[in-house]
């Protein structure tokens, strides 16, 4: 080659290269916008926020059932914020406008004298007559009559109406906290229950004579939460020892027509502190006898609610979850001795989740039907009451996650569970029938997605509204008996969310720490996203190991994506410590609230900015309220080396100052050194990054103090934060206010740029 041709060959190789390099290097740039850009930015976020307001979503279709269930009525949400009434017959499938809404405001407005907006008509009750010729309505607290046929409306009376809203299950699983309900009369109606003194006394209903039962109680140790025994004989009744539940303090600052703070005070139990205790004894009325329950006294949640033995008042049982959440039992007391036995006795070494837990008794059959993660998953037991033999009913690597109704008679349970589909995610919730004897499991909603289902009042019918976090809700109404649909009255489509140039979540998945276990999360991108720009990470965190938080139904609009349109990639996970996955996925968060899924979730924002070249894991940044504003201060106090920025709203930052019942069901009892390890005040001085604390100062759930202490500690540090105490405001993340402040707060310092200056005078 000669040198000509070499040079030439040399500035053309150089060329390409400078070349391929200038776009390499143009595919990193760093997305650095100008104030100009800024304004531009929080432009599009305000006019996309406002198109996708007036665009409507059919999330949570409620249908409303005639009392025959042949029919139903729903409300359907129309563009501009509007909405219509749809009528569906049951029967036929066939679908309608329940009436014509401009003959109705008219009707309304003749009678009424009040202007009707056509087009969003309220009323607070609607129903509709057998033949659907006629409706009534009640609208402003006042009763019409509405002639179908003639759009003639009269004013009526209150009348007794049906409840044929029939979003509510049968048989609702009952709380762990249903206590016992005084009872003063006996069932027989010959005594009625007296305390006085502190002690227990009965009235003879025909002689009005008195007896003494109890000598031992006083106002210090007082007995009470009593009730009879089914044929009248016994009292079951408690020796209370109380404590008092002390007090924490707010001040209003800023109360209208005041010069001075408002001092607020209530009663605030937190971990470590005192419970009362209550001793149960068995009082026989003739007898005049009383026999203390041979049990440990009751120290948490209080004394339940008794179930006795059918056509038997000699045994009864109760439920007790011990303080500390590692021991739940079903115990059977023997009135004549006070003996007891454990019809269930379980145990966990880490935590019984109690408000979780269902308990059915179906008395007939001497049975009860209960749920427990003993096997590593929550599922349904049927107990044997008598001999405690327990049936598992569901099985396998999936959750019960809560209990529709029971139908007795068929000995079937209508439930709602996940994860049973390998194909889908496992959080989508489905519905699901089977027999007590654990056979002929029915999936009554198969298709992929996060279904919500409600009956018609005789069960022959369902609506099932479905729907992704990217994919527009379906709704159907099926037939009971064979789960066929009858027919699809809603589907919508994703179209015009497009069309207003929204970006939908995305749903990204990455493997936890274990390397195994599947975290599921969604990416929220900006609608004007330029593939040559790398955008700062924001992730919404709330890590409360009371659920699980990520959004499984359709969001076109959310915060997450409102934030993103100023130049976020913003990302929502939920890590290891949540619920709703199996027992072992949920005990990590077991005296290990600091831990909040970070490994998690640091693992799956890295997995994701390799799958998304645009986002940029050297500017990170997170936010979150209430736990989940414990969670982002956590991530800058121990995982610096990540996370750059956060923004924490009324943030349990101490687990000690936050209320009792939640915190010693994660963080245990008694209160040990971990609590204090554990501590973002404790750690305040390892603060890196920069932090924005936000706290009402009239915050009722979590005490403003969590956050002041946290202040206090990281003043006394010598560490530089910005906070803001907003006069009046309760538990919140600061509200609109707040809201606009964090977003400026984290293009201040993950975009280096300035936000809009809302006190900037704007010239004429």
Not at 525 to 542: A, C, F, G, H, M
């Amino acid at each position: 080659m000669n040198c000509n041709k070499l040079n030439g060959f040399l500035l053309t190789f150089f060329t390409m290269l400078s070349a391929h390099m200038a776009i390499a290097q143009q595919k990193v740039t760093a997305y650095l916008p100008n104030a100009s850009d800024i304004a531009l930015n929080y432009q599009q976020a305000s006019k996309i926020d406002t198109a996708l307001r007036n665009l409507p979503t059919n999330n949570d279709i409620t249908p409303f059932w005639k009392k025959d269930g042949t029919a139903f009525w729903y409300k359907k949400n129309l563009p501009s914020r509007n909405w219509t009434y749809m009528y569906v017959d049951a029967i036929s499938g066939k679908k309608q406008e329940a009436f014509d809404n401009r003959k109705v405001a008219a009707a309304l407005e003749t009678v009424s004298g009040k202007k009707q907006n056509p087009e969003r008509l309220q009323f607070e009750v609607l129903y509709f007559s057998e033949q659907n010729q006629n409706a009534t309505l009640k609208k402003d607290n006042k009763w019409y009559a509405l002639d179908l046929n003639t759009y003639q409306i009269k004013e009526t009376n209150d009348t007794v109406l049906f409840n044929y809203n029939a979003k509510k299950p049968l048989q609702q699983r009952k709380s762990r906290w249903q206590g016992v309900r005084d009872q003063k009369k006996s069932p027989d109606g010959k005594y009625e229950l007296i305390i006085r003194g502190g002690n227990i006394l009965v009235l003879d209903v025909t002689t009005r004579l008195e007896t003494q039962l109890s000598f031992d109680g006083n106002a210090e140790h007082p007995y009470g939460s009593y009730t009879w025994s089914p044929d009248g004989k016994n009292i079951i009744a408690y020796k209370t020892f109380p404590k008092e539940t002390k007090k924490v303090h707010y001040v209003l600052s800023s109360v209208a027509g005041t010069t001075r703070g408002q001092l607020k005070s209530r009663e605030y139990a937190q971990p470590g502190d005192e419970f009362t205790s209550y001793e149960p004894y068995i009082f026989n009325v003739e007898a005049k006898k009383s026999i203390k329950v041979d049990t440990d006294p009751v120290d948490f949640f209080g004394p339940q609610e008794l179930h006795w033995r059918v056509n038997n008042s000699r045994y009864y049982t109760f439920e007790k979850a011990d303080r500390g959440h590692q021991r739940f039992r079903v115990i059977e007391v023997d009135v004549q001795t006070g003996k007891t036995r454990n019809v269930i006795d379980d145990k966990a070494k880490t935590f019984i989740y109690e408000n979780r837990i269902y308990t059915r008794y179906l008395t007939k059959t001497n049975e009860m039907l209960y749920t427990s993660e003993q096997d590593g998953w929550q599922h349904l037991y049927l107990i044997n009451t008598i001999t405690g033999k327990q049936q598992l009913i569901t099985k396998g690597n999936w959750v019960v996650r809560d209990i529709d109704s029971v139908d007795v008679a068929k000995r079937q349970i209508w439930f709602r569970a996940s994860g049973m589909n390998n194909d889908e995610d496992p959080y989508f919730i489905h519905y699901y029938r089977i027999g007590f004897d654990g056979k002929n499991l029915i999936n009554l909603t198969p298709e992929k997605g996060n279904h919500s289902l409600t009956f018609s009042p005789d069960r022959k019918y369902y609506v099932d509204t479905y729907s992704q976090v990217n994919i527009p809700a379906v709704s159907k109404l099926k037939n009971t008996g064979n789960t066929h649909t009858v027919t699809e009255f809603e589907r919508a489509s994703a179209d015009p969310y497009q069309k207003v140039g929204v970006k939908l979540p995305e749903v990204f998945l990455a493997k936890a720490r274990d390397g195994i276990t599947d975290i599921w999360g969604i990416v929220c991108q900006p609608s004007k996203l330029d593939p040559n720009k790398t955008y700062p990470v924001i992730e919404y965190i709330y890590a409360g190991p009371q659920d699980s938080f990520v959004p499984k139904s359709f969001l076109p609009a959310s915060e997450m994506q409102s934030m993103a349109e100023l130049g976020f990639i913003v990302v929502q996970m939920d890590g290891m410590g949540t619920a709703n996955r199996s027992k072992a996925f949920h005990d990590v968060c077991w005296k290990n609230l600091a831990d909040a899924g970070f490994p998690d979730r640091i693992l799956w924002i890295k997995a994701m900015a390799r799958k998304y070249p645009n986002a940029d894991i050297s500017r990170v940044g997170i936010y979150g309220t209430s736990a989940g504003g414990q969670n982002s201060t956590c991530a800058l106090l121990f995982h610096p080396e990540f996370y750059k920025a956060a923004v924490s709203a009324c943030g349990c930052h101490d687990n000690r100052i936050d209320k009792q019942w939640w915190n010693e069901q994660w963080m245990g009892y008694p209160v040990g050194p971990h609590y204090d390890e554990q501590s973002n005040i404790t750690n305040a001085a390892k603060l890196q990054g920069n932090l924005f604390l936000i706290v009402g100062e009239a915050d009722e759930n979590v005490p403003p103090e969590s956050t002041y202490r946290l202040a206090d500690a990281l003043i006394k540090a010598n560490k530089d934060f910005d906070i803001l105490s907003i006069p009046g405001m309760g538990h919140s993340d600061g509200g609109v206010y707040g809201r606009r402040r964090k977003r400026d707060f984290f293009v201040r310092h993950l975009l280096n740029a300035t936000p809009p200056n809302p006190n900037a005078v704007l010239s004429k």
